[in-house]
């Protein structure tokens, strides 16, 4: 299981970090990642977004419509499932501090382990405000009773990363919305989601409270730069 240690939030402007801080949580519908169009190679949105099946051509036989028979070897790309209800979920979306993919850290293995919790620089195109959240535990039980009090199905967790040119199937369906292809993989991303059920989805403001107590702002160049790592052996990065 991978441990969270702290949360970042990337912002573009001041107030919007302000306002998170004061804990607003201003949550996108999924479908609205899946339609975003990158200007700036910020790497928001992602056309597969709210996927719930992936077929590679050449593992399928063939596809029929009427009298014509389509073999696989003419399919241009895999075929992507999405599911309607499931891009008109919320999410919010945050960069988490997390163990996945380090068992265990030793002196050796200490550097490498900093610099997969650092902030790629790929990041910075989404904002130059940065919002630490210093206690994980605290944000998410926060975010866990604002979810309760609205009585709407909701959850929380890591994202998954799959490679789109290898997986072939269906998504695991206790964990659909928490699937996001690899070359987004160094956001390392936590989401929250919580489902609505509205007649017209849109972006939706969860207040969980105030969180300056376990919130600081600064900037991501910063962050990275103030980011050390100490081991019980006095070992650091």
Do not use: W
Not at 153 to 171: A, I, Q
Not at 194 to 221: F, H, M, Q, W
């Amino acid at each position: 299981m991978s441990t969270i240690f702290a949360f970042v939030k990337l912002f573009e402007n001041n107030d919007h970090a302000q306002a998170f801080v004061s804990g607003k949580l201003f949550m996108n519908t999924i479908r609205s990642f899946k339609e975003y169009k990158d200007e700036a190679g910020e790497l928001r949105g992602d056309e597969y977004e709210g996927i719930v099946a992936l077929y590679q051509p050449e593992k399928l036989g063939e596809i029929k419509l009427g009298d014509h028979t389509i073999p696989a070897s003419d399919f241009a790309t895999p075929i992507v499932i999405h599911d309607n209800h499931l891009l008109d979920h919320n999410v919010f979306c945050i960069y988490s501090l997390n163990s996945r993919g380090h068992d265990t850290v030793s002196a050796e293995t200490l550097s490498d382990f900093k610099r997969t919790l650092e902030l790629h620089e790929s990041c910075f195109g989404l904002g130059k405000y940065c919002v630490v959240i210093l206690n994980a535990s605290q944000f998410i039980d926060r975010c866990q009773s604002a979810i309760k009090k609205l009585n709407v199905n909701g959850s929380l967790g890591l994202v998954d990363y799959f490679n789109e040119h290898e997986f072939h199937g269906n998504m695991p369906i206790n964990n659909l919305g928490y699937q996001k292809r690899s070359m987004f993989s160094h956001q390392r991303e936590y989401r929250i989601k919580i489902d609505l059920n509205r007649s017209e989805p849109c972006r939706y403001l969860l207040d969980v409270g105030d969180l300056s107590d376990i919130a600081v702002i600064t900037t991501p160049k910063e962050f990275n730069a103030q980011l050390e790592l100490k081991l019980p052996d006095g070992s650091n990065a």
